[in-house]
C-alpha cells in the first residue's frame, strides 16, 4: 500500500480513524517531512508513534524505528499491520525464511516501516541490507535509553550517533517519555542532532484519576474497589513476590480472575501470564513494577499500588500504565508507616542516602498532600497546574484540618521522658498504655496511657503525619528509636502549635464508579458495550492478535455512543480507518443492529422513516403508518441530516427559523444544547425544529 500523495491528515483520517491531531503532532510530522530533526518528549500514551508513522506513509521509501525491546517492536507492528500498514521487524527471533521476506520487501521498496534494535542496526549483516534500501527517516523510540542517568540505560544506544554521521540528510527523531534535563541534553548530544527541534508536551494525564488511601485493612479495600469496575483490566503493583502472591490468592479466593507476577517465575510461565492479561483473559495481575514495561495494552483501566514506591518517577511511570486509550482510569495508592520505615531504611543503605531520601520525601509529599495531588505530581516534572484538577481525592474530598498541638505533644512528651528510646511500635503502645514486651520498661513514664482516646491505626496515621512534618526523626543505625528535632523542641518548650490531618473514620472510595464516568446514563444498563466486547475478543482470537488492536476501548466507547448502523456511519468512528473499516465493521454494525431490534425495532424504525421520507410522506404520515409520536419521525429526521443525508432541511423548519437558531447558536458560544437556545429565541421555535438545526450544523459546520 503506497498512500504517497496523501497529506499527513488525511492519512490521520483514512490510516489511522482520526479526525484531529493531538497537540504537537502535525508540527513534529512536518519537520521530518522537510528532513527536520527532532526531539519528542510525551508522557506515555500522548501519541508518540503517530509522529514517526505518519512521515513514514507519506513520503516514498523506508522509516528505520530504532526500539529496545523486541515485545515493543512486535506490538508496534502487529498495531500496525492491523491497520494494513507494511510494517516489519527484524531480530533473532525470526526463521532465515521471515528475514528473507523481510529483506524482500526492503528490496522492492515496499517496507513502509522497520523497526530493528541498535544490535542489530549495527550487525554486518543488517548494514549490507540497509545499503539497499532508500531511508527517509530515523526515529529512535525509547531515546531515554541512551542516558547513563536515566532509569533504563542501554550502552548499545550510545553509539547511535554514528547514524548522523552517515547519513547526514536524513531526519532523525528521537522519542521518549522521560522528561528531565540531562537525559534530554544526553539525546540531542550523543545523537549528534544539537540544533533539533526539542517538543514537550505536558505531562499532566487529566484522564487518569489519582487516590491515596492509609494502608490499613488492604484487602478489604481493594476488594471493594474492584467490586466496582467489574470487566476492567487492572495491575496491583506490590513490593515484594510474596505480597504479590498472597494478594492474588486473596482475591481468587474472593471469586476475582487474578494471577500474580515477578521475576521469582519462570520465564516461559511469566510470558503466559502477560499474555492472558494482554488478551483479556486474566484481568488483575499481581506484580512487582517490572511488570507492564514494554507492553502497550492500551485498555488497563487501573493501578493500584499496594505499597509505596521510592520516588515519584517510578510511580508516575506506573500509574502511567493504566489509561493509554485516553478513557478514565483510576489509580490508588496506599500510604502506611510501615512503608515509609523501610523505604527509608533502603535509602539510608543505598548509598545515595541524601538523594534517595529528598526523592522519598517527594513521595511522602504526594501521599500527605492537603492540597490537589495532580500538582504536586506535576510539579514534580517542573509543570503548574493554575487550577485544581477535580479528579483527585483532595478535590473531591478536601482533608480536614485541626489543632493538633495536644496530640503531638503527647507524643513527643513521651519521646522525651523515655530518653528518645522508643520505636514508633513501643511509642503508640506507650501512649496507649498497653503492656508488652517491648513497652513494659516505660510503664512508669508520666505520659503512659495518656493517649488511650485514639485508636492504634489513628496514632499510626497521626506519627505518620508527624515523621512527615519533621517533628522526629528515626535513627535507622539505632533500631529505629524516635529523635527528637529542634521543631519538637519548639512544640515542647517553646509553646508552638502544629496541624494535623483528620484520620477519615469511614472507609469510604469517594471515587465515582469508572463505568459510571465512562458513559454516564447507559453503561450498566445497556449491555451493548459487553456484546462488543465479545465480538471483539472472538475477532482477536480468529486473527491472533490482542484485543486492543482490533480496537481500542475508546473506540468501542465510541461505538456504543454513536451506534452506526451502516458502513457510512461506521466510518465516523474514532479509530476506524479504511482497512479497519473493511475488515471488522460489519461484524460491529451487526450487533448495533441487533441491539436496536431488541430495543423495540428502533434501529429499523429509523431507517423505515427515511425511507417514507424519500418516498414524499410528511411527519404526520409516517408517524401515523408506523405507529409512533410525531417526535420520534422528528429525531430520525435529525438523525438522518447529521449522519449527512440527502434531506432538506427546510421541508420542516422555515428559513427565518433557521437563521434564528443560527444566530442564537453562534451568540451561545456553540454549544450544542437545545435548551438555551429555546430560552434565547424566547420559546417561539419548538425543541424538535431546534434540534434538525443543530444537526445539520454538526453536519455542515
Ligand atoms: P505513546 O507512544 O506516546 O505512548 P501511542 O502512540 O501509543 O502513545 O498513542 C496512544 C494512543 O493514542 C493510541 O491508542 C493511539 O491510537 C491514540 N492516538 C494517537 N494520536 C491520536 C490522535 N491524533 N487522535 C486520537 N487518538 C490518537
Ligand atoms: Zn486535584
Not at 491505626?457 to 539505632?478: C, E, N, P, R, T
Request: aromatic share 8%.
Amino acid at each position: 500500500m503506497t498512500s504517497n500523495n496523501l497529506s499527513p491528515k488525511e492519512i490521520l483520517k483514512n490510516t489511522f480513524g482520526f479526525d484531529e491531531f493531538r497537540p504537537m503532532q502535525e508540527e513534529i510530522i512536518n519537520q521530518a517531512l522537510n528532513n527536520e530533526d527532532t526531539v519528542v518528549l510525551m508522557p506515555t500514551g500522548g501519541g508518540k508513534s503517530l509522529c514517526f508513522q505518519i512521515p513514514a506513509l507519506v513520503r516514498d521509501g523506508l522509516t528505520l524505528v530504532i526500539s529496545p525491546l523486541i515485545s515493543l517492536m512486535q506490538d508496534q507492528v502487529m498495531a500496525l499491520r492491523s491497520n494494513g500498514i507494511n510494517a516489519f521487524f527484524f531480530n533473532s527471533t525470526q526463521s532465515a525464511a521471515e528475514q528473507r521476506e523481510v529483506v524482500d520487501n526492503i528490496m522492492s521498496n515496499e517496507a513502509k516501516l522497520l523497526y530493528v534494535s541498535p544490535e542489530k542496526l549495527m550487525s554486518p549483516e543488517f548494514t549490507g541490507i540497509l545499503q539497499h534500501a532508500n531511508i527517509n527517516l530515523i526515529a529512535i523510540d525509547e531515546a531515554h535509553c541512551i542516558s547513563q542517568w536515566g532509569h533504563d540505560f542501554r550502552p548499545e544506544y550510545t553509539k547511535l550517533g554514528f547514524l548522523k554521521q552517515k547519513y547526514p540528510n536524513i531526519p532523525v527523531m528521537a522519542l521518549t517519555a522521560t522528561a528531565d534535563k540531562i537525559t534530554r541534553n544526553d539525546i540531542l548530544k550523543q545523537m549528534k542532532i544539537e540544533h533539533a527541534h526539542v517538543h514537550i508536551a505536558s505531562f499532566d494525564r487529566p484522564n487518569l484519576s489519582l487516590s491515596v488511601e492509609q494502608g490499613t485493612d488492604k484487602i478489604k479495600k481493594i476488594l471493594k474497589f474492584v467490586e466496582k469496575r467489574p470487566n476492567t483490566s487492572g495491575i496491583i503493583y506490590c513490593l515484594s513476590r510474596k505480597e504479590c502472591e498472597l494478594t492474588a490468592e486473596k482475591l481468587q479466593t474472593a471469586g476475582y480472575n487474578a494471577e500474580y507476577y515477578h521475576a521469582g517465575i519462570k520465564a516461559d510461565e511469566r510470558a503466559a501470564v502477560q499474555n492472558r492479561f494482554i488478551k483479556d483473559e486474566t484481568p488483575i495481575i499481581c506484580a512487582t513494577i517490572a511488570f507492564g514495561m514494554g507492553i502497550d495494552k492500551s485498555n488497563v483501566r487501573w493501578i493500584i499500588h499496594h505499597n509505596m514506591p521510592k520516588n515519584m518517577e517510578g510511580f508516575y511511570q506506573e500509574i502511567g500504565r493504566a489509561g493509554r486509550d485516553g478513557l478514565p482510569s483510576d489509580t490508588l495508592l496506599f500510604y502506611s508507616l510501615r512503608d515509609v520505615i523501610q523505604l527509608r531504611q533502603f535509602a539510608e543503605d543505598s548509598g545515595q542516602k541524601e538523594l534517595q531520601l529528598e526523592k522519598l520525601q517527594r513521595m511522602q509529599d504526594y501521599s500527605e498532600s492537603p492540597v490537589c495531588r495532580r500538582k504536586i505530581l506535576l510539579s514534580y516534572f517542573n509543570e503548574t497546574l493554575e487550577e485544581d484538577c477535580g479528579n483527585c481525592d483532595v478535590c473531591k474530598n478536601p482533608p480536614k484540618q485541626f489543632d493538633g498541638t495536644i496530640q503531638v505533644q503527647k507524643a513527643l512528651s513521651s519521646i522525651y521522658r523515655s530518653g528518645e528510646n522508643l520505636s514508633t511500635t513501643s511509642l503508640i503502645g506507650v501512649l496507649r498504655g498497653s503492656l508488652s514486651q517491648q513497652t513494659f520498661e516505660f510503664k512508669d513514664l508520666k505520659t503512659f496511657g495518656i493517649g488511650q482516646d485514639t485508636s492504634f491505626k489513628d496514632w499510626q496515621q497521626y506519627v505518620l503525619q508527624m515523621l512527615h512534618q519533621g517533628l522526629f526523626d528515626i535513627a535507622y543505625d539505632d533500631h529505629n528509636k524516635l529523635k527528637l528535632t529542634s521543631l519538637s523542641k519548639k512544640v515542647l518548650f517553646e509553646g508552638k502549635n502544629i496541624s494535623l490531618v483528620q484520620v477519615k473514620k469511614k472507609v469510604k472510595e469517594k471515587v465515582e464508579p469508572l463505568a459510571k464516568r465512562v458513559r454516564k446514563e447507559k453503561a450498566i444498563k445497556s449491555n451493548l458495550f459487553d456484546e462488543l466486547r465479545k465480538v471483539r475478543t472472538e475477532l482477536a482470537s480468529r486473527f491472533n492478535v490482542p484485543p486492543y488492536v482490533i480496537f481500542s476501548d475508546a473506540t468501542l466507547r465510541d461505538i456504543e455512543d454513536s451506534k452506526p448502523i451502516d458502513e457510512n456511519e461506521f466510518a465516523n468512528i474514532s479509530g476506524v480507518g479504511d482497512y479497519k473499516l473493511e475488515r471488522y465493521s460489519s461484524y460491529f454494525i451487526d450487533v448495533v443492529n441487533a441491539y436496536f431490534t431488541k430495543k423495540k425495532g428502533l434501529g429499523n424504525a429509523y431507517k423505515a422513516t427515511l425511507e417514507m421520507y424519500k418516498g414524499g410522506s410528511t411527519v404526520t404520515e409516517i408517524a401515523k403508518s408506523r405507529k409512533v409520536q410525531e417526535t420520534t419521525v422528528m429525531s430520525h429526521i435529525a438523525k438522518g441530516i447529521g449522519n449527512g443525508e440527502d434531506i432538506d432541511i427546510f421541508d420542516f423548519v422555515e428559513i427565518d427559523e433557521y437563521k434564528n437558531v443560527k444566530r442564537a447558536f453562534i451568540e451561545l458560544g456553540r454549544e450544542f444544547k437545545l435548551k438555551p437556545i429555546y430560552d434565547k429565541l424566547e420559546e417561539t421555535v419548538e425543541y424538535g425544529k431546534i434540534r434538525l438545526c443543530l444537526s445539520h450544523f454538526n453536519a455542515n459546520p
